[in-house]
């Protein structure tokens, strides 16, 4: 997945370059990306794993646990979802606050459709606890990989048009 994280930078560098489109795309991810690395690899993984290496021999318990997790990850991860769109205005002028006028709605329109990545990649973070706890690593590591893909195919397809594409393809 490095070199797949490389080749979307590589792309989008390519492609947009020194631009104010290539200066949101960076602005909208950067909180998402945090957000994901902070509570998907670092509290949801940190408190999953050691109930699921528990639990795996008991498949009720398991099951049980994966469950409770991922319903909880789930509504923790939606709330922040909504309170994140609620202050759209409000964080999108923390994240690029000299920005041109005409380029401010399709700020909030990439910082809204990046949303849901990150309820998306909390419940990515259980499953990924699990097959860790499984001693599954490559699994995981593969769903990084289609990230970048889809970036890498998203920043192709507008091939230098519209950002929004690439924020969808996330």
């Given at each position: 997945s490095r070199a797949s994280g490389f080749i979307k930078v590589a792309a989008i560098a390519a492609f947009y370059g020194r631009s104010v489109e290539a200066d949101m795309l960076t602005a909208v991810m950067v909180l998402p990306d945090l957000v994901y690395k902070f509570l998907s690899e670092g509290l949801v993984s940190g408190a999953a794993v050691p109930i699921f290496v528990r639990n795996k021999d008991d498949k009720c318990s398991l099951q049980l646990s994966f469950w409770s997790i991922f319903w909880i990850t789930l509504i923790v991860g939606a709330g922040l979802s909504i309170f994140l769109a609620l202050g759209t205005n409000a964080i999108c002028t923390l994240l690029m606050p000299e920005i041109d006028v005409a380029f401010e709605p399709v700020l909030r329109?990439?910082?809204?459709?990046?949303?849901?990545?990150?309820?998306?990649?909390?419940?990515?973070?259980?499953?990924?606890?699990?097959?860790?706890?499984?001693?599954?690593?490559?699994?995981?590591?593969f769903g990084a990989l289609l990230v970048n893909l889809s970036i890498i195919v998203g920043t192709f397809i507008a091939a230098g048009d519209s950002i929004i594409i690439i924020a969808i393809a996330n």
């Open positions: 329109k990439m910082w809204l459709i990046l949303i849901p990545y990150l309820t998306l990649g909390l419940l990515s973070g259980v499953q990924t606890s699990l097959l860790n706890s499984r001693m599954s690593f490559a699994k995981p590591a």
